[in-house]
């Protein structure tokens, strides 16, 4: 039976606790919270009314009959975590940990967020329960995402400029836990992926697995059987982690999409898994993009949401045990899904679930019509829509072709 | 190393390995055991170093640039010990620049050097039974750590302490400040109750008045941002063969009077 | 019993179909395929099946228990249209109108729209259907619009600038039909709002009335009793209609909310049934702002989905008759509650959903805590970051008080 | 009017009152009579349009800049039978101005003011007949349409024409258009079949190609975006005081060669 991580926190040699001494009481006491909290009904209910009456839940399985038609091949489902509120499948979790924070009596969020869709989805709970929210965030990233800013300045959260390192994610990541290691009396931490130490792959897995769990019940209402493949992209891999994890011991081949760039051979991805090496990122052990001395090297992708050296621990341990297939998509690639769907389907992806989408597309082509292929849709591209308008008036047009 | 006894309270300084460049990082040391120092703290810059502030951020940066590794600071000790510098040399390191090198090629390469301890702070003790074994066999000492928050972490943690134990002075990152959390006597009491090394306490110790007070209540204190702070604003200076000698002494003076208060009295 | 239009399309004085000899067998066509497909079980479980598929209904009705609990009055709760896909409740109606349009055998779709909103709609359902769609904006719009013009295109539609009278919803929208009379043999017209010649009005309301039938079903479920008040905004009247159907015959109080824009004694509002006289526009005896000589006047409102100068037939005949109440507020009471329900829930609401909001924030302070007030927040606020960015640095703040 | 009877196709001109001045109009109108004109439709200028193509819409906008309203332009028509204009002339408008002004007043003010007729395109059968009625009342009919869509419309509304039966040539607004469609002579002969009234054909009809072939299916063309086209054209020149005749020569010239055809047959 599937049974990570382990006491310590273990998915195999993956994962851990690497935090300064500090904060090993808080985890320690979240850990704790967090068992109890997963033994309670009450908990559990409450955690499901909100998914429900607040974000809309469940989402829906849609069929992509024009895409299947056109590619001729496996029939192609999208699980559509882009219908949550907020858009992307990240508010699950910060329900989720704001009820734990909550249950432990915490009143201050504190978060890091990229592009800013986990920065969004912490103010946004952080609203619901009237906590106060304080966001870190690469002064990088802040330029490049001023709307996503505003948007969490209106849910009344506090963003923060970090003007560390290269004033992106990474940095932004090392502040909060800066922050945090200073206020962890009476702060609690929500990071957004299954990355961190231990609890917070663990945790953030059970606040994600709703996706997997509905779609498994959804698929199996639709189809009479499971899907042959399943793909979902990779950053930290909260999405992936989600919708996987309750098909781990299914005869379903799992696909995980990591960003590749401008390409896996040169500097330009963030490949972490397919390219990166083993270390400690962010409190966790897992693989990471690093130099030969140890140095985190700055990911790249057209995508804010993968841009990220490490990958949540438990998705090294599946690629280490080879239960989980690792793959990688281009920059070009994910914008050519990401317009295919538009135009064919009319629903805009996020640029991260275009990198999925991509796969499912190379994979489906190959297979059979009675075969399946289940894409985790894990967020909408309107975020995306001015990166993209850049993008394809920048003379990197790869597949667009209106008429006017 | 391992059976430190100590008479008073020890001057432990951190600066970083190759700030404003290795070169200097030897001078720096020896101008600090001219000033009195115990024990060095030799800091290995690292891109990502989340227990540290914003004065340690920009000396790993600026060591960075002058392509400092881990192998590299090592390296500095006997480069240091032909100097002249005697005092135990520690080397501070965040864990994931020694898993890149190696565990073992890690304490083989320190043995070699004359490394007297390490210290690794993203690395609690539950994380740390394979480098202390490996820093056993070695003869090199893994320092922990003790926070405010470690409460009934305390005794399992001293009660296992090489070295010396180090005191962590009040919830936050590296840095200088300008108070340090009342209950910090009562925190030391209770650790020092429970250790059978010296406990030392460091973050945030910038002021001689801070010293002095705190000296009644430990068996040391590592002063580290304000003394890189010192080395950031003499940097140019330092750089220049004909201020250089001026700064050192500078910076000599400088840590000899936020220490002052550590040889006034005897414990 | 309520059973308006009549057999011409007359809600009372109102409605009808004023529109050139060439269109008449052309709405008689729809009348006839609305009327037939109306009665089809086939065709209504194929629209359910795609409004819950595709569109991820049912959308939540979601408690707001901190503005509930700061106004110290009434129960508020929100019907969540923000959650369908594409981000408001003009899905429901696109997809309705889509599948008559197939139904019919038509391959093209044409559209006007305003903000982009009802054009994304159209654009997102002619994607999932296979068809071409062309949809009819304003230069002026255009302009202020950029990325909902980049998305129609990105979802395959053609967007056409209009650059007649003042270049924006109104003139769009007569080039809509003027496009739709030089088409009419093999493009279907799918109009945004209740508005239009008949059977567009009743069309409309029937793919809308959704909204109202969920709305009840769940709020006699949650609160085992009906709601006192339900508010809606009223630009066309689409949402409001949807909402407000199923419960006409019901003892609640109904409000619909026009936009006053800088105030109702200004030239620069959108407030037609408060302010305007009868007469025809569009294809539509109804309410609208015109000058004594019956030239229509351009409206005004910060929210580009209630600036229109006409209203849906049915809302001037629910005024007539007393029926509904309609109310208007200002940009900046709009705004005020755009950032209110932000703040205080975590929902960043449309400006043009804002306007409901702000009525029912007045009406709910003056009620007792065991009353309630059902809202319809018919769209999400995304789409209005960006103005709100510029509205409140324009030394507009109503409201703001972020920390940083 | 009521009883028209047609002896050759009659050429029906269309301009809008005020267009680019009311003064104009009058002479415009003048000159279309000289030219042959059988029959004057003078539009009423609206905001909305929407059976108009850009050359109408254009005109439209300059005549409400000149403050035209219903009113002023039904009030042209005894200042035109003042200047010498004798034919019958309709007024063009939308409904909504007609409600405006009052659908009763409005034919007070048409009857007073000599109107012959009144066409509202955005007023189809079924909604017409209150305004019917008052017309009928008035002594002034309501000009019917016919479009290519129309079918089995075509005998309820052919039965009911007063006046003459306007029948659009083609889907679509008005503007000028290069080519026909080739059902259209069937549809003219299926019109003519079912009516007791003249049928006129109109809409994108500005070459005396056109002219020439319709004239054998019809009795009457109405040309208006030609004929607009042309004003605007010469909107400048006709404003001019020492221009004015000049130009007015030129469209009358214009008019007749696109309607010469008419003059060579007779049916
Ligand atoms: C829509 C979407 N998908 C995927 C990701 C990547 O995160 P994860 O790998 O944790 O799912 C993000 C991160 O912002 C996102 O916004
Ligand atoms: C979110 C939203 N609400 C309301 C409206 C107004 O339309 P209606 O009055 O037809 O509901 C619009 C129009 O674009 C809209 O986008």
């Given at each position: ?6 006491e310590n926190g ?6 851990g606790k690497f935090v300064p001494e500090t904060l090993m009481i808080p985890l320690e006491e979240?850990e704790e ?148 290691v200073?206020?962890c ?12 130490p231990h ?84 409190g ?121 | 190393m391992q059976c430190l006894?100590v ?5 432990i ?26 024990i060095?703290e ?9 227990a ?38 520690i080397?501070f390191t965040y864990y ?21 301890g390490v210290l690794i702070p993203d690395l609690p003790f539950e994380e740390s039974e394979p480098v202390r074994k490996l820093g056993e066999?070695?003869?090199i000492p893994l320092i922990s750590l003790v926070a405010p928050t470690s409460k009934k972490r305390i005794e399992m943690i001293a009660s296992n302490a090489q070295g010396f134990l180090y005191c962590v002075s009040s919830l936050g990152v590296t ?6 959390p009342?209950t910090l006597n009562e925190f030391l009491t209770e650790v020092k109750r429970h250790s059978r090394v010296p406990v030392v306490v460091g973050f ?13 209540y430990c068996d040391g204190v590592v ?45």
């Open positions: 039976m599937y049974n990570v991580p382990n273990r998915f195999g040699d993956f994962g979240i919270a967090l068992a109890k909290a997963l033994a309670d009904d009450e908990f559990k209910a409450e955690y499901m009314r909100i998914l429900q009456e607040y974000s809309g839940r469940p989402t829906p399985l849609t069929f992509a009959p024009n895409l299947t038609k056109k590619l001729n091949g496996a029939k192609i489902y999208l699980k559509r975590e882009d219908l949550n509120h907020t858009g992307a499948h990240k508010i699950n979790n910060a329900i989720g940990q704001a009820l734990l924070a909550k249950r432990m009596g915490k009143k201050k969020i504190i978060a890091e967020t990229g592009a800013g869709q986990h920065g969004v989805a912490a103010a946004t709970v952080a609203a619901h329960f009237g906590m106060e929210c304080i966001v870190f965030m690469g002064e990088e990233d802040i330029k490049r995402q001023e709307l996503n800013v505003f948007r969490m300045k209106l849910l009344g959260a506090e963003v923060v400029p970090v003007y560390s390192g290269n004033r992106t994610l990474k940095d932004a990541t090392n502040e909060a836990i800066r922050y945090w200073q206020h009396d009476d702060h609690f931490y929500m990071i957004g992926s299954v990355v961190g609890p917070y792959p663990k945790m953030v897995r059970e606040f994600q697995r709703i996706i997997g769990d509905e779609a498994k019940r959804q698929f199996l209402e639709r189809e009479g059987k499971l899907p042959d493949i399943i793909v979902a992209c990779v950053g930290g891999g909260s999405n992936a982690m989600g919708m996987f994890y309750p098909f781990l011991e299914d005869d379903v081949t799992l696909v995980g999409v990591e960003a590749a760039g401008k390409g896996i051979d040169t500097p330009y991805h963030a490949a972490t898994i397919t390219k990166g090496t083993k270390g400690v990122i962010h966790s052990m897992t693989y990471l993009l690093q130099d030969e001395h140890g140095q985190i090297i700055e990911p790249y992708s057209v995508s804010a949401g993968l841009d990220y050296p490490g990958v949540g621990p438990e998705h090294a341990y599946l690629a280490s045990i080879g239960r989980v297939r690792y793959e990688s998509v281009t920059d070009d690639e994910a914008i050519a899904a990401f317009q295919l769907l538009s135009r064919e389907e009319g629903i805009i992806p996020a640029i991260e679930s275009a990198h999925a989408l991509a796969k499912a597309v190379q994979l489906a082509k190959t297979m059979r019509s009675d075969q399946t292929v289940l894409v985790c849709l894990s967020g909408r591209g309107d975020k995306d829509v001015q990166t993209m308008m850049k993008y394809l008036k920048g003379g990197n047009d790869v597949a667009m072709s209106n008429r006017n | 006894t008479t008073k309270p020890m001057f300084p951190f600066i970083v390995a190759g700030d404003p460049s290795p070169d200097i990082t030897i001078e720096l040391a020896l101008a600090l055991q001219e000033a009195g120092a115990d060095l030799l800091g290995v810059p690292y891109s990502d170093p989340l540290d502030g914003p004065i340690i951020q920009r000396a790993a940066a600026r060591a960075l640039r002058q392509q400092m590794t881990l192998q590299k600071a090592i390296e500095l000790i006997p480069e240091m010990r032909k100097k002249g510098v005697k005092i135990p040399i080397i994931n620049p020694v898993l890149q090198l190696g565990e073992e090629s890690f304490f083989a390469l320190a043995q070699k050097n004359g490394a007297n066999a070695a003869g840095g200088v400040r300008d108070t340090l009342e945030g110790i910038s002021k001689s008045e801070q010293v002095s007070m705190l000296k009644n002063i580290g941002s304000a003394l890189v702070q010192k080395i950031e604003q003499l940097s140019d200076r330092l750089q220049k063969p004909d201020e250089k000698e001026e700064a050192l002494a500078e910076f000599r003076r400088y840590a000899r009077s936020l220490t002052a208060p550590l040889d006034e009295t005897v414990q």
